[in-house]
């Protein structure tokens, strides 16, 4: 039996001092991903505790079937689409005939600083955040975000586009605010 395998056992079984060393190995990147949903600090660290407590809620339902860390990955992402306003979503109308017509080169981003580039993604609206990040970074399909968020697949792809576009205007504004600087 693994350690991880121990550690799962051991918090199924309610023992105290193996949930402690779950947190203590799994806190961090569950953090990283209530960041990338949360609006501010306060809200990813209430996105934290909650999915903390669903993983020791449901932990006996985990069969050792696939990744324990893609689990509580699921679980993470679940607990903080429960945190963000889904109203706007829900209201949307099918915006097909407004995406833009160019195709958005994402070979932008490959270069640049991950953290200006998480401020970026930060600062889109809201609904676009969360399709971008629930596309890009956790890897969910348009069909699975249209399911979590109770919205059309065009709706996702739609929002996945402007994000994409957004994203890109802002790199390009600042790389001219940095040549416009390195003129002077």
Known sequence: MSTEQILIVNCQKGDKR???????QYSSMMMSICRRYARDANMAQDMLQES??????????????????GWIRKIT??????????????????LVGM??????????FTHHDADIIMEMVNSLPEKYKVVFNLY????????????????????????????????????LAMQNNENIKTAF
């Open 77 to 94: 992402v679940r607990a903080s689409l429960q945190w963000v306003d889904k109203k706007w979503y829900r209201n949307e109308k099918n």
């Open 99 to 108: 995406l833009p017509e160019k195709e958005i080169n994402s070979e932008a």
């Open 18 to 24: 193996s949930q402690y060393l779950l947190v203590k």
């Open 52 to 69: 903390l407590i669903l993983v020791f809620r449901h932990i006996h339902k985990f069969e050792g079937k696939g990744s324990f860390e």
């Open 136 to 171: 890009v970074v956790d890897e969910y399909n348009h069909a699975e975000i249209a399911e979590a968020l109770q919205i059309k697949e065009t709706t996702s792809r739609s929002h996945l586009l402007r994000a994409r576009k957004m994203l890109q205007d802002k790199y």
